[in-house]
T-cell receptor
Framework: AQSVAQPEDQVNVAEGNPLTVKCTYS??????LFWYVQYPNRGLQFLLK??????LVKGSYGFEAEFNKSQTSFHLKKPSALVSDSALYFC???????????FGKGNQVVVIP | DVKVTQSSRYLVKRTGEKVFLECVQD?????MFWYRQDPGLGLRLIYF???????EKGDIPEGYSVSREKKERFSLILESASTNQTSMYLC????????????FGPGTRLTVL
């Protein structure tokens, strides 16, 4: 079975400071990893994904994520947070031949002006 | 751009009513999904479909059914709505298995009174 853990319910960060949202995963075989963002009363928007290749993946809105196989982690990062980055962030995992995504519980990010 | 639309943003129904939630995608995707989102629980898969008239149960199918008569349309049916089905319902679609990204609709917030 595949699963994702997002250990922090909420992340508070001052505007302009680096933002990190943590994600660890469990899956058989090689993982396919995704990050999504959800703004209030909206659907999920795709940010980035790791399938294979470089461990550092760059995505939309200046976000990036680092795949670490030994730590089974895929943390989302942004060098300088904006107030508009305040949203709910979801990490998800799948693997080869699997049609399903397993989602974490989500992290609320609050960027303080 | 991929577009996934859902028939209603907000819906209020009474206990025992039959409820239809409709989802349409315009990118000829084979796979479509229905999730429910509840605070602290993340996204949970209700059903998915990998082809017309084909479906598979997700993690929480009880109390729900689905219909996919056309490739672009995937319906979620609550046979007899109950208050514990009050939730945000999200539809998603993607091209094929494995590495492809799921694209989400805006969601339907259903309240069952």
């Amino acid at each position: 079975a595949q699963s994702v853990a997002q250990p922090e319910d909420q992340v508070n960060v001052a505007e302009g400071n680096p933002l990190t949202v943590k994600c660890t995963y469990s899956v058989s075989g090689n993982p396919y990893l995704f990050w999504y963002v959800q703004y209030p009363n909206r659907g999920l928007q795709f940010l980035l994904k790791y399938i294979t290749g470089d461990n550092l993946v760059k995505g939309s809105y200046g976000f990036e994520a680092e795949f670490n196989k030994s730590q089974t982690s895929f943390h989302l990062k942004k060098p300088s947070a904006l107030v508009s980055d305040s949203a709910l962030y979801f990490c998800a995992v799948s693997n080869y031949g699997n049609n399903r995504l397993a989602f974490g519980k989500g992290n609320q990010v609050v960027v303080i002006p | 751009d991929v577009k996934v639309t859902q028939s209603s943003r907000y819906l209020v129904k009474r206990t025992g009513e039959k409820v239809f939630l409709e989802c349409v995608q315009d990118m000829d995707h084979e796979n479509m999904f229905w999730y429910r989102q509840d605070p602290g629980l993340g996204l949970r898969l209700i059903y998915f479909s990998y082809d017309v008239k084909m479906k598979e149960k997700g993690d929480i199918p009880e109390g729900y059914s689905v219909s996919r008569e056309k490739k672009e349309r995937f319906s979620l049916i609550l046979e007899s709505a109950s208050t514990n089905q009050t939730s945000m319902y999200l539809c998603a679609s993607k091209v094929r298995q494995g590495t492809d990204t799921q694209y989400f609709g805006p969601g339907t917030r259903l309240t069952v009174l």
